[in-house]
């Protein structure tokens, strides 16, 4: 099974940019979707962006559509986050989860099984 370690969170004022990464160990993330969650505090866990395995297609919600890009990168075995123009509501731990199940990408939580332990974006006003 693969492993999954979230980096790049940190503190950022609004209208900056972060990139966080989803490293993957154990197995090559080439052959898993992988989808970007954030939960907020108090928050239920919500879907950010998701990636399929092969054919690049990408899924965005639409409260960051235009502003983060999702990307794999399979030779370094990670899928990025591109966060730019971050607003305050955007302030939440952020997890990334994979899937070898998925035929394309999934944007509920239950569709993916593996899980990273999450990054924390603070983005002050």
């Known amino acids: 099974q693969v492993q999954l370690v979230e980096s790049g969170g940190g503190l950022v004022q609004a209208g900056g940019s972060l990139r966080l990464s989803c490293g993957a160990s154990?197995?090559?993330?080439?052959?898993?979707?992988v989808g970007w969650f954030r939960q907020a505090p108090g928050k239920d866990r919500e879907f950010v962006a998701a990636?399929?395995?092969?054919?690049?297609?990408?899924y965005d919600a639409d409260s960051i559509k235009g502003r983060f890009t999702i990307s794999r990168d399979n030779a370094k075995n990670t899928v990025y986050l591109q966060m730019n123009s971050l607003k305050p509501e955007d302030t939440a731990v952020y997890y990334c989860?994979?899937?070898?199940?998925?035929?394309?990408?999934?944007?509920?939580?239950?569709?993916?099984?593996?899980w990273g332990q999450g990054t924390q974006v603070t983005v002050s006003s």
């Open positions: 989860a994979a899937s070898d199940r998925l035929v394309r990408i999934g944007v509920r939580l239950d569709e993916y099984v593996y």
């Open positions: 154990g197995h090559t993330i080439s052959s898993y979707a």
């Open positions: 990636i399929s395995r092969t054919e690049g297609y990408v």
